[in-house]
């Protein structure tokens, strides 16, 4: 991906814990990305609504505040909205919860933060609805 490409691309990291969270920020900033952090489930919905730009989002499945990741996900997928949502969570179910949306991606807690990175630059590749869909017609 093009350096100029990344400083443009806006993540939202949706994560409780604050130590995770300032290592996600500081890690993605590194790599060039510009990132918005919430602590929370309804301060991730305000931060995606005030930036709609935003390119991907990296979300926990336990939050704090009356609204699970998972609650999270379902209001997302009720926007209708495409931006690629990567779940990064130490839940065990957490392919359960991501199987069949196609917008989505997981990580199981702990994971490399190069693996984030590689995924990341997947999922924020011109193409990656493409090819998504032709991994599904060839299978």
């Known amino acids: 991906m093009l350096e100029a490409a990344k400083q443009t691309s806006k993540i939202l990291a949706i ?3 604050p130590e995770v969270l300032q290592l996600y920020k500081s890690f993605l900033q590194r790599k060039g990305y510009h990132v ?3 602590a929370g489930a309804r301060e991730g919905i305000s931060l995606l609504q005030s930036n709609p730009d935003t390119k991907l989002i990296l979300l926990d499945l336990n939050l704090p ?3 699970s990741g998972e609650e999270w996900m ?3 997928l009720q926007q209708g909205k ?3 949502v990567v779940v990064a969570s130490g839940k065990g179910d957490i392919l359960t919860i991501t199987k069949g949306v196609n917008v989505t991606a ?3 807690k702990p994971f ?3 693996e984030l990175q590689e995924l990341i630059e997947v999922l924020l590749a011109d193409d990656w609805h493409n090819q998504v869909s032709l991994d ?3 299978h």
């Open 106 to 108: 997981a990580l199981t």
């Open 65 to 67: 505040g009356g609204m």
């Open 74 to 76: 379902a209001w997302y």
């Open 15 to 17: 994560e409780d814990d």
């Open 112 to 114: 490399h933060m190069e």
């Open 82 to 84: 495409q931006t690629p």
């Open 136 to 138: 599904n017609k060839t």
């Open 36 to 38: 918005l952090s919430a």
